[in-house]
Protein backbone atom coordinates (compact mmCIF):
# COMPACT_ATOMS: atom_id res chain seq x y z
CA UNK A 1 0.00 0.00 0.00
CA UNK A 2 1.66 3.46 -0.69
CA UNK A 3 2.41 5.84 1.82
CA UNK A 4 -0.84 7.38 2.61
CA UNK A 5 -0.11 11.14 2.28
CA UNK A 6 -3.63 12.05 1.77
CA UNK A 7 -4.57 10.43 5.35
CA UNK A 8 -2.51 12.81 6.90
CA UNK A 9 -2.60 16.02 5.25
CA UNK A 10 -6.87 15.68 5.54
CA UNK A 11 -6.37 15.39 9.41
CA UNK A 12 -4.25 18.15 9.88
CA UNK A 13 -6.78 20.37 7.58
CA UNK A 14 -9.26 19.17 10.25
CA UNK A 15 -6.77 20.14 12.66
CA UNK A 16 -6.91 23.64 11.79
CA UNK A 17 -10.08 23.80 13.98
CA UNK A 18 -8.52 23.02 16.99
CA UNK A 19 -6.32 26.35 15.46
CA UNK A 20 -8.88 28.29 15.46
CA UNK A 21 -9.56 27.78 18.81
CA UNK A 22 -6.42 28.02 20.25
CA UNK A 23 -5.43 31.18 18.67
CA UNK A 24 -8.58 32.99 19.47
CA UNK A 25 -8.00 31.69 22.88
CA UNK A 26 -4.24 32.69 22.86
CA UNK A 27 -4.54 36.26 21.75
CA UNK A 28 -7.51 38.05 23.07
CA UNK A 29 -5.86 38.18 26.93
CA UNK A 30 -2.85 39.71 25.26
CA UNK A 31 -4.34 42.49 23.20
CA UNK A 32 -7.14 44.03 25.55
CA UNK A 33 -4.37 44.78 27.65
CA UNK A 34 -2.79 46.89 24.83
CA UNK A 35 -2.22 50.67 25.49
CA UNK A 36 -3.64 50.88 21.33
CA UNK A 37 -6.37 48.70 21.54
CA UNK A 38 -8.00 50.73 24.91
CA UNK A 39 -6.82 53.87 23.42
CA UNK A 40 -8.81 53.13 19.78
CA UNK A 41 -11.49 51.82 21.48
CA UNK A 42 -12.06 54.62 24.21
CA UNK A 43 -11.35 52.57 27.40
CA UNK A 44 -8.32 53.83 28.79
CA UNK A 45 -9.53 56.31 30.94
CA UNK A 46 -13.03 54.10 32.38
CA UNK A 47 -12.44 52.86 36.21
CA UNK A 48 -11.57 49.66 37.01
CA UNK A 49 -14.82 47.79 37.31
CA UNK A 50 -15.92 49.47 33.73
CA UNK A 51 -13.19 48.27 31.86
CA UNK A 52 -13.65 45.14 33.55
CA UNK A 53 -16.54 44.81 32.44
CA UNK A 54 -16.24 45.36 28.75
CA UNK A 55 -13.59 42.70 29.02
CA UNK A 56 -16.00 40.52 30.01
CA UNK A 57 -18.31 41.36 27.33
CA UNK A 58 -15.06 40.68 24.62
CA UNK A 59 -14.48 37.52 25.83
CA UNK A 60 -18.17 36.49 26.81
CA UNK A 61 -19.57 37.25 22.82
CA UNK A 62 -17.14 34.28 21.61
CA UNK A 63 -18.06 32.37 24.12
CA UNK A 64 -21.40 32.66 23.86
CA UNK A 65 -21.42 32.06 19.60
CA UNK A 66 -19.21 29.19 20.37
CA UNK A 67 -21.73 27.80 22.23
CA UNK A 68 -24.32 28.70 20.22
CA UNK A 69 -22.23 26.75 16.92
CA UNK A 70 -21.59 23.29 18.36
CA UNK A 71 -26.11 22.70 18.42
CA UNK A 72 -25.61 24.67 14.94
CA UNK A 73 -23.26 22.47 13.41
CA UNK A 74 -25.10 19.19 14.47
CA UNK A 75 -27.72 19.06 11.86
CA UNK A 76 -25.28 20.89 8.72
CA UNK A 77 -22.76 17.86 9.77
CA UNK A 78 -25.26 15.10 9.64
CA UNK A 79 -26.73 16.77 5.92
CA UNK A 80 -23.80 17.86 4.48
CA UNK A 81 -21.10 15.75 5.84
CA UNK A 82 -17.90 16.75 7.89
CA UNK A 83 -16.52 18.64 4.88
CA UNK A 84 -19.26 21.11 4.81
CA UNK A 85 -19.24 21.35 9.03
CA UNK A 86 -15.13 22.91 8.08
CA UNK A 87 -16.08 24.52 5.82
CA UNK A 88 -18.93 26.26 7.44
CA UNK A 89 -16.62 26.74 10.20
CA UNK A 90 -13.79 28.11 8.32
CA UNK A 91 -16.02 30.42 6.71
CA UNK A 92 -17.69 31.91 10.09
CA UNK A 93 -14.42 32.34 11.46
CA UNK A 94 -13.17 34.37 8.58
CA UNK A 95 -16.01 36.16 8.34
CA UNK A 96 -15.66 37.54 11.98
CA UNK A 97 -12.11 38.25 12.27
CA UNK A 98 -12.28 40.66 9.16
CA UNK A 99 -15.48 41.90 11.08
CA UNK A 100 -13.02 42.93 14.33
CA UNK A 101 -10.79 44.73 11.68
CA UNK A 102 -13.31 47.13 10.80
CA UNK A 103 -13.72 50.48 12.41
CA UNK A 104 -16.71 50.15 13.38
CA UNK A 105 -16.88 50.77 17.48
CA UNK A 106 -16.67 48.26 20.15
CA UNK A 107 -19.76 46.74 19.81
CA UNK A 108 -18.93 45.72 16.33
CA UNK A 109 -15.32 44.36 17.30
CA UNK A 110 -17.53 42.49 20.13
CA UNK A 111 -20.40 40.99 16.86
CA UNK A 112 -17.00 40.22 15.08
CA UNK A 113 -15.58 37.95 18.08
CA UNK A 114 -19.49 36.62 18.22
CA UNK A 115 -19.45 35.61 14.84
CA UNK A 116 -15.76 34.18 15.38
CA UNK A 117 -16.71 32.09 17.83
CA UNK A 118 -19.43 30.30 16.19
CA UNK A 119 -17.40 28.87 13.66
CA UNK A 120 -14.96 27.40 17.10
CA UNK A 121 -17.85 26.00 17.90
CA UNK A 122 -19.08 24.46 14.68
CA UNK A 123 -14.98 23.24 14.43
CA UNK A 124 -14.85 21.94 17.88
CA UNK A 125 -17.40 19.25 16.62
CA UNK A 126 -16.49 18.87 13.01
CA UNK A 127 -12.79 18.54 13.40
CA UNK A 128 -12.60 15.59 16.10
CA UNK A 129 -15.23 13.79 14.36
CA UNK A 130 -13.56 14.03 10.28
CA UNK A 131 -9.94 13.15 12.03
CA UNK A 132 -12.15 10.43 13.83
CA UNK A 133 -13.71 8.58 10.99
CA UNK A 134 -10.45 8.81 8.90
CA UNK A 135 -8.40 7.65 10.62
CA UNK A 136 -7.19 3.70 10.74
CA UNK A 137 -7.34 2.13 14.51
CA UNK A 138 -3.66 1.73 14.62
CA UNK A 139 -3.34 5.44 14.17
CA UNK A 140 -6.48 7.10 15.33
CA UNK A 141 -5.27 7.94 18.86
CA UNK A 142 -2.09 9.49 17.32
CA UNK A 143 -4.08 11.76 14.77
CA UNK A 144 -6.51 12.29 17.77
CA UNK A 145 -3.74 13.38 20.57
CA UNK A 146 -2.35 15.80 17.49
CA UNK A 147 -5.25 17.36 17.63
CA UNK A 148 -4.46 18.88 20.94
CA UNK A 149 -1.12 20.05 20.07
CA UNK A 150 -2.45 21.88 17.71
CA UNK A 151 -4.57 23.73 19.88
CA UNK A 152 -1.31 24.29 22.27
CA UNK A 153 0.35 25.51 19.34
CA UNK A 154 -2.01 27.99 18.47
CA UNK A 155 -2.69 28.88 21.74
CA UNK A 156 1.05 29.49 22.33
CA UNK A 157 0.97 31.75 19.00
CA UNK A 158 -1.45 33.74 20.10
CA UNK A 159 0.06 34.19 23.12
CA UNK A 160 3.43 35.20 21.75
CA UNK A 161 1.87 37.38 19.25
CA UNK A 162 0.27 39.81 21.50
CA UNK A 163 3.61 40.05 23.37
CA UNK A 164 5.86 40.85 20.04
CA UNK A 165 3.42 42.84 18.85
CA UNK A 166 3.01 45.01 21.97
CA UNK A 167 7.26 45.09 21.67
CA UNK A 168 7.71 45.81 18.03
CA UNK A 169 4.92 48.64 17.49
CA UNK A 170 4.41 52.18 19.22
CA UNK A 171 1.56 52.01 21.73
CA UNK A 172 0.08 54.85 19.06
CA UNK A 173 -0.10 52.68 16.39
CA UNK A 174 -3.40 50.77 15.79
CA UNK A 175 -0.87 47.87 13.78
CA UNK A 176 -0.53 46.64 17.44
CA UNK A 177 -3.18 45.24 18.30
CA UNK A 178 -4.89 45.14 14.43
CA UNK A 179 -1.74 42.71 13.75
CA UNK A 180 -2.53 39.83 16.28
CA UNK A 181 -6.37 39.94 14.70
CA UNK A 182 -5.30 40.10 11.71
CA UNK A 183 -3.13 36.59 12.29
CA UNK A 184 -6.43 34.70 12.37
CA UNK A 185 -7.42 35.19 9.17
CA UNK A 186 -4.76 32.75 7.91
CA UNK A 187 -5.87 29.65 9.95
CA UNK A 188 -9.27 30.41 8.97
CA UNK A 189 -8.35 30.88 5.22
CA UNK A 190 -6.25 27.88 4.90
CA UNK A 191 -9.08 25.59 6.57
CA UNK A 192 -11.30 26.87 3.59
CA UNK A 193 -8.85 26.23 1.02
CA UNK A 194 -7.93 22.55 2.39
CA UNK A 195 -11.26 21.95 2.67
CA UNK A 196 -12.20 22.24 -0.99
CA UNK A 197 -9.27 19.10 -1.75
CA UNK A 198 -9.90 16.43 1.41
CA UNK A 199 -12.35 13.67 0.92
CA UNK A 200 -15.51 13.42 2.69
CA UNK A 201 -15.75 10.42 5.48
CA UNK A 202 -16.17 6.93 4.16
CA UNK A 203 -18.31 6.77 7.53
CA UNK A 204 -20.46 9.30 6.45
CA UNK A 205 -20.42 8.54 2.88
CA UNK A 206 -22.00 4.85 3.91
CA UNK A 207 -24.14 5.93 6.43
CA UNK A 208 -26.16 7.97 3.15
CA UNK A 209 -25.95 4.46 0.90
CA UNK A 210 -23.24 6.72 -1.48
CA UNK A 211 -21.15 2.68 -0.96
CA UNK A 212 -19.20 3.75 -4.15
CA UNK A 213 -17.76 7.13 -3.49
CA UNK A 214 -17.31 5.76 0.05
CA UNK A 215 -14.93 3.31 -1.54
CA UNK A 216 -13.24 5.94 -3.34
CA UNK A 217 -12.79 7.81 -0.95
CA UNK A 218 -11.20 5.20 1.75
CA UNK A 219 -8.78 4.31 -0.87
CA UNK A 220 -7.69 7.62 -1.57
CA UNK A 221 -7.46 8.06 2.17
CA UNK A 222 -5.31 4.66 2.83
CA UNK A 223 -3.25 5.05 -0.73
CA UNK A 224 -4.36 2.26 -2.11
CA UNK A 225 -5.21 3.42 -5.65
CA UNK A 226 -4.50 0.50 -7.79
CA UNK A 227 -5.05 -1.78 -4.87
CA UNK A 228 -8.25 -1.76 -3.58
CA UNK A 229 -8.66 -5.17 -2.25
CA UNK A 230 -6.37 -3.96 0.09
CA UNK A 231 -9.71 -1.79 1.44
CA UNK A 232 -12.01 -4.32 1.08
CA UNK A 233 -12.25 -5.55 4.40
CA UNK A 234 -12.49 -2.03 5.94
CA UNK A 235 -14.65 -1.05 3.64
CA UNK A 236 -17.03 -4.10 4.54
CA UNK A 237 -16.59 -3.16 8.38
CA UNK A 238 -17.54 0.91 7.84
CA UNK A 239 -21.22 -0.42 5.53
CA UNK A 240 -21.79 -2.61 8.68
CA UNK A 241 -21.16 0.18 11.20
CA UNK A 242 -23.67 2.14 8.68
CA UNK A 243 -26.22 -0.33 9.13
CA UNK A 244 -25.97 -1.12 12.75
CA UNK A 245 -25.92 2.62 13.64
CA UNK A 246 -29.29 2.85 11.27
CA UNK A 247 -30.95 -0.30 12.62
CA UNK A 248 -29.37 0.90 16.27
CA UNK A 249 -31.91 4.66 15.75
CA UNK A 250 -34.71 2.72 14.13
CA UNK A 251 -35.01 0.69 17.30
CA UNK A 252 -34.13 2.54 20.14
CA UNK A 253 -36.26 5.11 22.45
CA UNK A 254 -36.30 8.54 21.58
CA UNK A 255 -33.34 10.61 22.58
CA UNK A 256 -34.83 12.03 25.63
CA UNK A 257 -36.26 9.03 26.95
CA UNK A 258 -32.51 7.26 26.21
CA UNK A 259 -31.23 9.25 28.40
CA UNK A 260 -33.40 9.17 31.27
CA UNK A 261 -32.21 5.61 31.38
CA UNK A 262 -30.00 4.90 34.59
CA UNK A 263 -27.16 3.32 32.57
CA UNK A 264 -27.05 6.48 30.45
CA UNK A 265 -27.65 9.22 33.01
CA UNK A 266 -24.57 8.01 35.43
CA UNK A 267 -22.70 8.58 31.71
CA UNK A 268 -23.98 11.92 31.79
CA UNK A 269 -23.02 13.07 34.84
CA UNK A 270 -19.56 11.83 34.75
CA UNK A 271 -19.35 13.62 31.01
CA UNK A 272 -21.27 16.71 32.47
CA UNK A 273 -19.27 16.59 35.20
CA UNK A 274 -16.43 16.50 34.39
CA UNK A 275 -16.46 19.54 32.13
CA UNK A 276 -18.35 21.79 34.55
CA UNK A 277 -14.87 20.77 36.69
CA UNK A 278 -12.88 21.59 33.83
CA UNK A 279 -13.80 25.12 33.99
CA UNK A 280 -14.50 25.31 37.89
CA UNK A 281 -10.93 24.98 38.92
CA UNK A 282 -9.69 27.91 37.31
CA UNK A 283 -8.04 27.28 34.14
CA UNK A 284 -10.12 29.36 31.79
CA UNK A 285 -9.45 31.97 33.97
CA UNK A 286 -5.92 31.97 33.82
CA UNK A 287 -5.98 31.50 30.10
CA UNK A 288 -8.07 34.45 28.86
CA UNK A 289 -6.79 36.94 32.04
CA UNK A 290 -3.10 35.81 32.46
CA UNK A 291 -1.80 39.04 31.83
CA UNK A 292 -4.48 40.71 34.59
CA UNK A 293 -3.56 38.07 36.88
CA UNK A 294 0.36 39.01 36.66
CA UNK A 295 -0.23 42.48 37.09
CA UNK A 296 -2.64 41.81 39.93
CA UNK A 297 0.76 39.97 41.35
CA UNK A 298 3.19 43.10 41.00
CA UNK A 299 4.40 42.77 37.39
CA UNK A 300 2.57 46.13 36.20
CA UNK A 301 4.80 46.13 32.68
CA UNK A 302 2.87 45.14 29.86
CA UNK A 303 5.70 43.63 28.33
CA UNK A 304 6.79 41.83 31.56
CA UNK A 305 3.25 40.29 31.85
CA UNK A 306 2.38 39.18 28.41
CA UNK A 307 5.90 37.83 28.46
CA UNK A 308 5.11 35.81 31.69
CA UNK A 309 1.70 34.95 29.29
CA UNK A 310 3.75 33.48 26.36
CA UNK A 311 5.96 31.59 28.72
CA UNK A 312 2.58 29.75 30.51
CA UNK A 313 1.16 28.98 27.20
CA UNK A 314 4.66 26.66 26.77
CA UNK A 315 4.21 24.95 30.28
CA UNK A 316 0.54 24.13 28.83
CA UNK A 317 2.18 22.88 25.60
CA UNK A 318 4.96 20.95 26.86
CA UNK A 319 3.10 19.64 29.56
CA UNK A 320 0.65 18.10 26.83
CA UNK A 321 3.06 16.56 25.22
CA UNK A 322 4.39 15.12 28.22
CA UNK A 323 1.13 13.61 28.98
CA UNK A 324 0.85 12.10 25.63
CA UNK A 325 3.88 10.44 25.43
CA UNK A 326 4.50 9.60 29.15
CA UNK A 327 1.98 10.14 31.86
CA UNK A 328 -0.83 8.24 29.82
CA UNK A 329 1.20 5.34 30.09
CA UNK A 330 1.83 5.36 33.24
CA UNK A 331 -1.20 5.15 35.55
CA UNK A 332 -5.10 5.46 34.82
CA UNK A 333 -7.36 8.32 34.13
CA UNK A 334 -8.71 8.42 37.85
CA UNK A 335 -5.42 8.32 39.60
CA UNK A 336 -4.23 11.29 37.18
CA UNK A 337 -7.98 13.30 37.87
CA UNK A 338 -7.18 12.59 41.69
CA UNK A 339 -3.74 14.27 41.74
CA UNK A 340 -3.86 16.99 39.32
CA UNK A 341 -6.70 18.10 41.39
CA UNK A 342 -5.13 18.33 44.32
CA UNK A 343 -2.00 20.12 43.10
CA UNK A 344 -4.56 22.48 41.18
CA UNK A 345 -6.10 23.14 44.69
CA UNK A 346 -3.21 23.54 46.64
CA UNK A 347 -1.54 25.81 43.91
CA UNK A 348 -5.07 28.08 44.36
CA UNK A 349 -4.39 28.70 47.85
CA UNK A 350 -0.86 29.18 47.25
CA UNK A 351 -1.73 32.14 45.20
CA UNK A 352 -4.66 33.34 47.77
CA UNK A 353 -1.95 33.40 50.89
CA UNK A 354 0.60 34.98 48.73
CA UNK A 355 -1.28 37.71 46.55
CA UNK A 356 -2.78 38.28 49.78
CA UNK A 357 0.33 40.10 50.57
CA UNK A 358 0.31 42.11 47.72
CA UNK A 359 -0.69 46.30 48.02
CA UNK A 360 -3.49 46.82 45.91
CA UNK A 361 -4.55 43.48 44.52
CA UNK A 362 -6.80 44.27 41.18
CA UNK A 363 -5.56 47.69 40.83
CA UNK A 364 -3.40 47.45 37.56
CA UNK A 365 -0.60 49.57 37.79
CA UNK A 366 -0.28 50.01 41.36
CA UNK A 367 0.68 46.77 42.50
CA UNK A 368 4.55 46.28 43.53
CA UNK A 369 6.73 43.51 42.76
CA UNK A 370 7.65 41.51 45.57
CA UNK A 371 8.77 37.96 46.56
CA UNK A 372 4.78 36.95 46.84
CA UNK A 373 4.67 38.08 43.62
CA UNK A 374 7.39 35.85 42.11
CA UNK A 375 5.93 32.84 43.79
CA UNK A 376 2.77 33.83 42.54
CA UNK A 377 3.96 33.14 38.86
CA UNK A 378 5.63 30.18 39.84
CA UNK A 379 2.81 28.51 41.16
CA UNK A 380 0.55 29.78 38.41
CA UNK A 381 3.04 27.18 36.02
CA UNK A 382 2.67 24.62 38.48
CA UNK A 383 -0.68 24.62 37.93
CA UNK A 384 -1.04 24.89 34.02
CA UNK A 385 1.42 21.49 34.26
CA UNK A 386 -1.10 19.46 36.98
CA UNK A 387 -4.09 20.71 34.60
CA UNK A 388 -1.84 19.81 31.52
CA UNK A 389 -2.04 16.39 32.70
CA UNK A 390 -5.38 15.64 34.25
CA UNK A 391 -8.82 17.90 33.87
CA UNK A 392 -7.17 19.12 30.35
CA UNK A 393 -7.19 16.01 28.13
CA UNK A 394 -8.72 13.92 30.16
CA UNK A 395 -12.14 15.47 30.54
CA UNK A 396 -12.47 15.10 26.38
CA UNK A 397 -10.92 11.67 26.51
CA UNK A 398 -13.56 10.26 28.76
CA UNK A 399 -16.57 11.95 27.34
CA UNK A 400 -15.47 10.42 24.00
CA UNK A 401 -15.36 6.66 25.16
CA UNK A 402 -18.14 6.19 27.73
CA UNK A 403 -21.28 6.42 25.37
CA UNK A 404 -22.92 4.46 23.61
CA UNK A 405 -21.93 4.95 19.59
CA UNK A 406 -25.94 5.32 18.54
CA UNK A 407 -26.19 8.42 21.07
CA UNK A 408 -22.52 9.05 21.22
CA UNK A 409 -22.81 12.26 19.07
CA UNK A 410 -25.42 13.57 20.85
CA UNK A 411 -24.40 13.20 23.98
CA UNK A 412 -20.87 14.85 23.16
CA UNK A 413 -22.78 17.76 21.94
CA UNK A 414 -24.40 18.29 25.52
CA UNK A 415 -20.69 17.30 27.22
CA UNK A 416 -19.61 20.29 24.87
CA UNK A 417 -22.06 22.53 24.84
CA UNK A 418 -21.81 22.14 28.93
CA UNK A 419 -18.30 23.36 28.63
CA UNK A 420 -18.76 26.47 26.81
CA UNK A 421 -21.34 27.37 28.69
CA UNK A 422 -19.17 27.05 31.66
CA UNK A 423 -16.55 28.53 29.97
CA UNK A 424 -18.56 31.98 29.58
CA UNK A 425 -19.34 31.65 33.23
CA UNK A 426 -15.65 31.71 34.30
CA UNK A 427 -14.65 34.42 31.63
CA UNK A 428 -17.76 36.78 32.34
CA UNK A 429 -17.22 36.24 36.52
CA UNK A 430 -13.10 36.32 36.59
CA UNK A 431 -12.53 40.06 36.49
CA UNK A 432 -15.28 41.12 38.54
CA UNK A 433 -13.71 38.79 41.44
CA UNK A 434 -10.21 40.04 41.09
CA UNK A 435 -11.54 43.53 40.87
CA UNK A 436 -13.81 43.01 43.95
CA UNK A 437 -12.54 39.97 46.13
CA UNK A 438 -9.16 39.84 44.85
CA UNK A 439 -7.18 37.34 46.36
CA UNK A 440 -10.45 35.59 47.44
CA UNK A 441 -10.79 34.76 43.78
CA UNK A 442 -8.02 31.87 44.36
CA UNK A 443 -9.57 30.13 47.44
CA UNK A 444 -13.27 30.33 45.25
CA UNK A 445 -11.16 28.13 42.98
CA UNK A 446 -9.57 26.01 45.30
CA UNK A 447 -13.09 24.93 47.08
CA UNK A 448 -14.01 24.30 43.33
CA UNK A 449 -10.59 21.83 43.14
CA UNK A 450 -12.07 20.10 46.31
CA UNK A 451 -15.17 19.21 44.92
CA UNK A 452 -14.19 18.22 42.02
CA UNK A 453 -11.48 15.68 44.10
CA UNK A 454 -14.61 14.24 45.78
CA UNK A 455 -16.14 14.05 42.62
CA UNK A 456 -13.91 12.36 40.87
CA UNK A 457 -13.52 9.56 43.61
CA UNK A 458 -17.10 8.80 44.40
CA UNK A 459 -18.63 9.17 40.72
CA UNK A 460 -15.92 8.47 37.83
CA UNK A 461 -14.74 5.02 37.48
CA UNK A 462 -11.80 4.23 35.54
CA UNK A 463 -12.93 3.58 31.98
CA UNK A 464 -9.11 3.65 30.89
CA UNK A 465 -8.65 0.33 28.24
CA UNK A 466 -12.08 -1.17 28.72
CA UNK A 467 -13.83 -1.74 25.51
CA UNK A 468 -17.03 -0.12 24.24
CA UNK A 469 -20.13 -2.43 25.03
CA UNK A 470 -21.07 -4.78 27.20
CA UNK A 471 -17.70 -3.79 29.35
CA UNK A 472 -18.45 -0.11 29.10
CA UNK A 473 -22.18 -1.00 30.31
CA UNK A 474 -20.68 -3.26 33.14
CA UNK A 475 -18.99 -0.54 34.20
CA UNK A 476 -22.13 1.82 34.90
CA UNK A 477 -24.01 -0.71 36.36
CA UNK A 478 -26.07 -1.13 32.96
CA UNK A 479 -27.33 -4.59 33.61
CA UNK A 480 -31.35 -3.72 32.14
CA UNK A 481 -29.46 -1.63 28.84
CA UNK A 482 -27.10 -4.83 28.64
CA UNK A 483 -29.91 -6.99 28.09
CA UNK A 484 -31.54 -4.71 25.45
CA UNK A 485 -28.42 -4.04 23.96
CA UNK A 486 -27.89 -7.79 23.67
CA UNK A 487 -31.20 -8.33 22.02
CA UNK A 488 -30.73 -5.53 19.35
CA UNK A 489 -27.15 -7.08 18.59
CA UNK A 490 -28.23 -10.20 17.50
CA UNK A 491 -31.49 -8.88 15.28
CA UNK A 492 -28.45 -6.67 13.60
CA UNK A 493 -26.68 -9.74 13.49
CA UNK A 494 -29.29 -11.60 11.71
CA UNK A 495 -30.29 -8.76 9.36
CA UNK A 496 -26.54 -8.21 8.38
CA UNK A 497 -26.40 -11.87 7.86
CA UNK A 498 -29.49 -10.78 5.49
CA UNK A 499 -27.98 -8.16 3.35
CA UNK A 500 -24.41 -9.85 2.80
CA UNK A 501 -26.51 -12.93 1.48
CA UNK A 502 -28.02 -10.61 -0.90
CA UNK A 503 -24.97 -9.21 -1.76
CA UNK A 504 -23.24 -12.02 -2.77
CA UNK A 505 -26.44 -13.68 -5.18
CA UNK A 506 -26.41 -9.81 -6.53
CA UNK A 507 -23.02 -9.99 -7.20
CA UNK A 508 -22.94 -13.89 -9.08
CA UNK A 509 -25.96 -11.81 -11.24
CA UNK A 510 -23.56 -9.51 -12.12
CA UNK A 511 -25.67 -6.81 -10.55
CA UNK A 512 -23.77 -5.65 -7.63
CA UNK A 513 -20.46 -4.87 -7.51
Sequence with gaps: MARNT?????????????????????????IIVLPSFLSHFSLSHLPPSAL???????????????LFGVPLGMPFCSRYGRKGCLFMAGGLYVLGAGMQLLDIGIEGFEVGR?????????????????????????????????????????????????????????????????LPTAIQL???????????????????????GRDEEAER??????????????VEGEMQEIRDAACIASLLEDKKAPFFKEILKPGIRRRLVVGVGLMIAQNMVG?????????????????????????????????????????MFVFVKIRGNRFWLLLGSSLCGICMLVLAYFVAKIPSVGQQGEAKLTLGGVVSVLTVY?????FSVSLGPISWNVCSEIFPLHINSKCCAITTCTQWLFQIVI???????????????????????????????????????????????????????????????????????????????????????
Design 52 to 66: ASTQAQIITSWLLGA
Design 382 to 386: IFAFS
Design 283 to 323: LNALNYYAPVIFMSAGFTSVSASLFLTGVFGVVKLLSAIAF
Design 217 to 230: SLVRLRGAKGEEWL
Design 114 to 178: ALNGLGVGVGTLGGPMYISEVSPPSKRGMLMSSYQTILQLSALAGFWGAFLSHSSFPSSSAVQWQ
Design 186 to 208: IPGLLLLFGTCFIPETPSFLASK
Design 6 to 30: TLYLSALTAGLTAALFGYSVGFIGG
Design 427 to 513: AYITPHLLTTIGWGTYLLYALCCLLTILFVYFSVPETRNVPLGREMDALFDDEKDMDEEEEMEEETETTLLLKHGQRERRGSLGVYT
